[in-house]
Structure formats: structure tokens, C-alpha cells
């Protein structure tokens, strides 16, 4: 059978972050709370000329400048933060990044699982037109109430992988395990900026799915817990990464090794859940960060949404990777954020777009070279600052 998955991805975050000890100030609490209690350090925060297709454009463009544009027909864009009812956000990033008119452009949405089944799509579409290749992208801006105990878990990013036949970084299994509940755990009905989220039962039913998405997985044939080397999770917080590897080593008989996981953990920590790109937020750390060589090692994915759906599936990760990582881009990308302060932070939180038609003129604030420019009479107006 032909092979098919990850040819190449990279990731974009914007470059403010407030501290959460900041907000553990704001809060009257312990800031262990949130650096142990929840495992994060940082919420990344987009500036006002950002969103969701500035940082996949901005994602997306290392891949198309390494490996050119030849034979994308499709776009795939993954989103529970859609700027729109009806126009796909990846028409635009599909213009900023010059790609072929000859292109079919979606998008998918499903909480925070939704670049899974576009990968899995992807990838079927691919092994049919092995010279064809599909841009996938998931791009998110988590968004919770202020003063909420969500807030510390917020973030946002885009993650962009290039899905091929014969790829050069990640081969997808054609085996995974699915689940479908219809619960309201996390839901964000078409009216409201926020959503509305029952925390503790999220978290409970998240390890629920992925107890059942395994056992599917195992049903359908899939690697035993012994032939995974790595693990990645969603990750709306680094520590659910951790209750989820623990409930899952527990279920599959198996002492617990979190040096399976934690690689997979760094760059979340340091940006904030980042909703439908997280768990591949989770596979680049994963890559960049692991001493090992992990070239014919599996992986094991699990992606969550709420809502609620869950896949369990597998990657092995192909030898010679390392030369088609970004990691120095990804590292520069976190290291050189500037850090701002809780009034800052409200200032861009409390942002939101005018809703009447009027112009609004959006300070030039980004750092990458895509920007929400303006937005007049209900459209959004995106340049190549270049
Ligand atoms: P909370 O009220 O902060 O919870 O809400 P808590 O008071 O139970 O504290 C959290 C942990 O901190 C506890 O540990 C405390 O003991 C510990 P645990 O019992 O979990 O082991 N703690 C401390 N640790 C060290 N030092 C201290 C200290 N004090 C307390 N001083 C909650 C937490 C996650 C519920 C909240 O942040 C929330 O509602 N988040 C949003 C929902 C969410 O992320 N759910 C996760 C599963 S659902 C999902 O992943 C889907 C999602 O990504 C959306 C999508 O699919 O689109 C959210």
C-alpha cells in the first residue's frame, strides 16, 4: 500500500504573551496553581491586526518557500474560531501565499479535533493522486472569560503540515480509533465571542474518549502500548496531557513513563491551548525537542474535541526527519515573544470587530509579514507586508 502523512509542518505564534503569574496576581491565588496545578507558563496573545489567517499564512509560508507550491489542490483549513459563517478563512491564506487558482479550498470544524479528520481525508485523497499534495492547517485563538478559571488555559497558534504520498517527516497508519458522544462539555453558540464550558466534567469526559477511542484502536488492529515510543495529546493544558498519559499506561496494564509525553508538552506550556492545532502543536515539540533520534519510531496521536469526538491513531516517524524540521524557527518564534503586562493584555482581549460596517484601521503590531490591515464595510482586508 502506498505511504502517506506528514511530508512537513511548521508552526506560527504571535509574538505577546502575558506571564500567568501575572494573572495568578489579578486572581488572588498561588501562581503554582497554575504553573504545577495546570502545568502552564504563558498564554500567547494575538495582537489586533491578527487572527486566525495571518498566523496560518504565516505557518504555512516556510513550507511553501522549501518545498514550493507544484501539485496543492487542495486546502484544508481547521478552525473553532471561524471569521466567518459562510467564506472558508483559507481562501485568503490561499491568496496571501500565491497557491495554484487550480485549488479546492474547506473548512472543518469540530471543537478541537477537526485537523485530524482533515489528515485523514488528506491522506485518502492522496494515496488515490499520489502526485497531488493538501495543505492542512489548524489555526485557533482560545478565548475564555475573563476572571473565569478557564482564562489561564487560553493561547492561540496555527500549525500547517504538508500532506504527500511518500512523506518525508510523519507516515500516518490507515488504523485509528473514534469515539462520538453528544455531551456539553465546551460549546460556543454562533452569538457569543466566549464559550461556555463545564471544566471538571470536560476533563473527566476527555479521558473517557480516550479510553474508548484506544479500545477502538485496539479492536481495529492497532499497535500495542509497548510499540508506541512516543505519545502526543490535545492539550488544553500540559497537566491534562499528563492525566491522560497516566489513565492510558494505567488502562493498557502498563506502568507509567512520562518521558513518553513530556517532549510533546514544551511548547504548549509556553503558548496556551491552542484548540484544532494543539495536538499537532504537540507532535512538532515532540520532534524538536526529543535528545532521541526517533527516525521508524511510532507515535501515538490522541486528538479531542469537545463535544464531543476523539481519535486515537498512529505515525511512524520516517529516518531523516531532522532535515525537514523548522525547530530553530519554532524556538526563535517562542524565545523572542515580548512579555505584556495585565493592562495590555485586557487592552487586546477586550478588542473586537466593529460590527456596524464602519472602517476600522488596525494598528501595525504584527511581527510576521501577514496582516489584518483594515476591515470596512463587513470585509476583512489582509496584505503581504513584504
Ligand atoms: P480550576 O477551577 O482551576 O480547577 O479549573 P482546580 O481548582 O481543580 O485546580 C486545578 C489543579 O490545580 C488541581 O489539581 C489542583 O489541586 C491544583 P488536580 O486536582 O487536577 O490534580 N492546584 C494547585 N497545584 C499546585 N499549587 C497550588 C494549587 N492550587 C490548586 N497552589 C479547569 C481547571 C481545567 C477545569 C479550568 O481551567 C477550565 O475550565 N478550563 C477550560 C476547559 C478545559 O480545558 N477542559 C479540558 C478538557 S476538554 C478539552 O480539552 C477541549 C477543549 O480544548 C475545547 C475544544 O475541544 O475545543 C477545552
Redesign the pocket.
Known amino acids: 500500500m502506498i505511504k502517506t502523512g506528514i511530508d512537513a509542518m511548521s508552526f506560527y505564534v504571535p509574538h505577546r504573551y502575558i506571564g500567568l503569574e501575572s494573572l495568578a496576581e489579578r486572581h488572588g491565588?498561588?501562581?503554582?496553581?497554575?504553573?504545577?496545578?495546570?502545568g502552564q507558563e504563558k498564554i500567547a496573545l494575538p495582537g489586533h491586526d491578527e487572527d486566525i489567517v495571518t498566523m496560518a499564512a504565516e505557518a504555512a509560508k516556510p513550507l511553501i518557500d522549501k518545498y514550493g507550491a507544484d501539485g496543492i489542490d487542495t486546502v484544508l483549513f481547521a478552525t473553532?474560531t471561524g471569521i466567518d459563517q459562510s467564506k472558508s478563512a483559507g481562501i485568503y491564506v490561499h491568496r496571501l501565499l500565491g497557491l495554484p487558482a487550480n485549488c479546492r479550498n474547506v473548512e472543518l470544524k469540530?471543537?478541537?479535533?477537526s485537523a485530524t479528520p482533515a489528515i485523514q481525508l488528506a491522506c485518502g485523497y492522496v494515496a488515490r493522486k499520489p502526485d497531488r499534495r493538501v495543505l492542512v492547517i489548524a489555526s485557533?485563538v482560545?478565548r475564555?472569560e475573563l476572571d473565569?478559571?478557564?482564562?489561564?488555559?487560553q493561547g492561540a497558534a496555527a500549525v500547517a503540515m504538508l500532506i504527500s504520498a511518500d512523506p518525508r517527516l510523519v507516515e500516518i497508519d490507515p488504523v485509528s480509533g473514534c469515539f462520538t458522544e453528544d455531551i456539553m462539555?465546551?460549546w460556543r453558540p454562533n452569538y457569543r465571542r466566549t464559550?461556555l464550558?463545564?471544566?471538571?466534567y470536560?476533563?473527566l469526559?476527555?479521558l473517557n474518549a480516550l479510553i474508548e477511542a484506544w479500545r477502538d484502536y485496539q479492536a481495529n488492529g492497532g499497535l500495542d502500548y509497548s510499540e508506541i515510543a512516543r505519545f502526543c495529546y490535545?492539550?488544553?493544558?500540559s497537566?491534562?496531557g499528563e492525566?491522560a498519559h497516566r489513565h492510558l499506561a494505567k488502562a493498557a496494564k502498563t506502568q507509567v513513563n512520562m518521558d513518553q509525553a513530556l517532549p510533546g508538552m514544551i511548547y504548549n506550556r509556553q503558548i496556551g491551548?491552542s484548540?484544532?492545532a494543539?495536538m499537532y502543536l504537540a507532535l512538532i515539540s515532540t520532534l524538536d525537542n526529543s535528545d532521541m533520534d526517533l527516525g521508524g519510531k511510532a507515535m501515538g496521536l490522541f486528538s479531542?474535541?469537545?463535544?464531543?469526538v476523539a481519535e486515537f491513531f498512529a505515525g511512524r516517524v520516517v529516518p531523516g526527519y531532522r532535515d525537514h524540521l523548522f525547530t530553530e524557527r519554532h524556538r526563535a518564534l517562542i524565545d523572542e515573544r515580548e512579555q505584556v503586562d495585565y493592562e495590555g493584555y485586557l487592552k487586546l482581549w477586550q478588542a473586537v470587530d466593529p460590527g456596524d460596517g464602519s472602517e476600522r484601521i488596525l494598528p501595525d503590531e504584527a511581527r510576521g509579514r501577514y496582516r489584518l490591515a483594515s476591515i470596512n464595510e463587513h470585509q476583512r482586508h489582509y496584505i503581504d507586508s513584504a
Open positions: 491565588i498561588d501562581p503554582e496553581k497554575f504553573s504545577k496545578g495546570i473553532e469540530q471543537a478541537c479535533y485557533d482560545a475564555y473565569s478559571s478557564g482564562e489561564p488555559t462539555d465546551f464559550p464550558v463545564d471544566g471538571k470536560s476533563a469526559r476527555y490535545h492539550l488544553p493544558f497537566r491534562m492525566k491551548n484548540y484544532a494543539s479531542y474535541g469537545s463535544g464531543a
